[in-house]
């Protein structure tokens, strides 16, 4: 037991923790591709022996948190999550530009996921590895959506971090994961060198094989299958809905990584009932 805590007050806790953790997820989402960036144009200005550019701080905690249009900081209590995007109504307290709803909706939905987690797994360590992978995943489907996307500096820790939580909490599931790792990888990078040598297009990226590979890590290698006809299905039926909602974007390319993120989540939360439907549906 990570708290001994009844319900009445764990739950709320547990879900005011998710809406902060929420909030600095906004923060990964907004900078760590632009620290990716800057990271590769570093090395590409050194590889070309190109003078060294020079930029004031920037990661995780400086510079503060500021308006994205006229980069005025925003005060502490306009950092409240959900709370301070109501109060301001979704509009900058300086130049008034709209700030967008993704704030407030990646804070609820860290204290939703947070909440399920604790009512799923109480105040265990393993709800606390369990939390961290969801959160994990919520941060890198949307950077994905964003920016298209998967950076290694998540999807490989994941990875990781899935292997470690098999050999502390469940020792005869390692071998498994192992494999699930492995398996995810080769089952996503097969599929992309088949649709390129038939269609001569890429299909994905490189990022979304290491993904998979991380799910499988934390679900072993019975669960991918379960994850790839979560996450296909979804991902056909809503970019058809998007692309007829929005014409525009027909024919461009839609990140998977989104899709797998929500296979990950449903089979992290709700895997062995799903596994066992899914075994009597198919098995039949």
């Not at 510079?63 to 900081?73: F, G, K, L, V």
């Not at 999807?155 to 790792?181: H, K, N, R």
């Not at 809905?241 to 993120?261: C, E, N």
Request: hydrophobic share 55%; charged share 10%.
């Amino acid at each position: 037991m990570v708290l001994d805590l009844p319900p009445s007050l764990l739950y709320p806790l547990t879900a005011f923790i998710g809406l902060c953790l929420g909030s600095f997820l906004n923060v990964v989402i907004a900078r760590l591709p632009v620290m990716l960036m800057r990271g590769w144009r570093a090395e590409a200005r050194e590889a070309l022996e190109l003078p060294e550019e020079h930029h004031e701080p920037f990661n995780l905690v400086t510079p503060r948190s500021m308006c994205p249009s006229c980069e005025h900081p925003i005060a502490w209590h306009d950092n409240i999550p959900v709370l301070g995007w109501l109060k301001r109504r979704g509009r900058c307290a300086n130049c008034h530009a709209r700030i967008s709803p993704q704030y407030p909706l990646v804070e609820l939905a860290g204290g939703a996921l947070a909440f399920a987690v604790a009512v799923l797994f109480g105040a265990t360590w393993q709800g606390l590895f369990i939390l961290g992978a969801c959160l994990s995943l919520l941060a890198m489907a949307v950077i994905d959506l964003r920016t298209q996307l998967l950076p290694d500096s998540l999807t490989l820790p994941l990875l990781w971090a899935g292997l470690l939580y098999q050999l502390l909490f469940q020792p005869l599931m390692l071998e498994s994961a192992v494999i699930g790792a492995m398996a995810g990888y080769l089952v996503l990078w097969s599929f992309y060198w088949a649709f390129k040598l038939i269609t001569g297009k890429e299909g994905m990226g490189y990022g979304d094989f290491k993904l998979l590979a991380a799910l499988g890590a934390w679900m072993g290698w019975q669960y991918l299958p379960l994850l790839l006809i979560l996450s296909a299905g979804v991902g056909a039926v809503l970019g058809i809905l998007i692309q007829l909602a929005v014409p525009k974007l027909r024919g461009a390319p839609m990140p998977f990584g989104p899709y797998l993120a929500l296979a990950g989540w449903i089979t992290l939360l709700g895997g062995e009932p799903l596994m066992a439907m899914y075994g009597r549906f198919f098995l039949l």
